[in-house]
């Protein structure tokens, strides 16, 4: 069982509000992912980095920021939740030939 | 563009039966195709996986087929069970380390 952890798993918060999702592995992988999922539809590649203080965007175009100060922690923060935000988001690591490891996702509501 | 598609976003069987759920993909450079499993409220877990360099890999009740030929990777599923019901996505790795998924086939076992 892949060890990584995201807080909080269920969030409703107005528009407006600034929110980090939180997401942090123990497993010293390198590779780390946010993914934007609707519930049962396909999964959106939203930022993504290859090792500390190294982060890219994904396919899909977020108005998110993220940042990688540690190995272990890949933080996803919303300057301004809009209703358009809602949906799950889920963070996955990988290291060296490993598959993608995911969390169980922060299920966001914006009011 | 490159991209994984699913044939059937919906598939039903019968306890006890076989399932099989389709995948396609049109990136000839995809060296690896990994199946995850979604439950609902869960991340995607892994299932099995496969290089291009095989066509069949078989699992604890699970196989997967690779068809480079057509592009067609397929996953298998014997004696499916109550605890089979999620979502099932396949994803082709290519360069090893760029995933992408398809949009997901959710497998109901009736009774």
């Known amino acids: 069982e892949a060890d990584i952890y995201q807080t909080p798993r269920y969030l409703v918060i107005g528009t407006g509000k600034k929110i980090t999702l939180e997401c942090s592995q123990t497993m010293g992988h390198d590779k780390m992912y946010w993914y934007q999922q609707d519930p049962g539809m396909e999964l959106h590649l939203i930022h993504y980095?290859?090792?500390?203080?190294?982060?890219e965007k994904g396919d899909l175009s977020s108005e998110s920021t993220v940042s990688r100060i540690r190995t272990e922690h890949f933080p996803l923060t919303l300057e301004s939740a809009r209703p358009s935000h809602t949906s799950q988001y889920l963070c996955a690591s990988k290291g060296g030939g490993s598959p993608l490891h995911f969390g169980n996702g922060t299920r966001l509501t914006v009011t | 563009g490159e991209s994984v598609g699913l044939h059937l976003p919906t598939l039903s069987v019968q306890e006890g039966d076989n399932s099989i759920i389709n995948c396609a993909y049109s990136n000839s450079a995809s060296d690896y195709f990994i199946w995850y499993k979604q439950e609902s409220g869960k991340g995607p877990q892994f299932i099995i996986d496969?290089?291009?360099?095989?066509d069949k890999r078989q699992g604890q009740r699970v196989t997967v087929l690779l068809n480079k030929t057509v592009k067609h990777l397929s996953l298998q599923i014997a004696a499916t069970q109550p605890g089979d019901s999620a979502v099932y996505f396949c994803a082709e790795i290519y360069y090893g380390q760029n995933f992408v998924f398809g949009p997901g086939t959710r497998l109901s076992v009736l009774p």
């Open positions: 980095s290859y090792g500390v203080n190294s982060t």
């Open positions: 496969i290089r291009s360099n095989m």
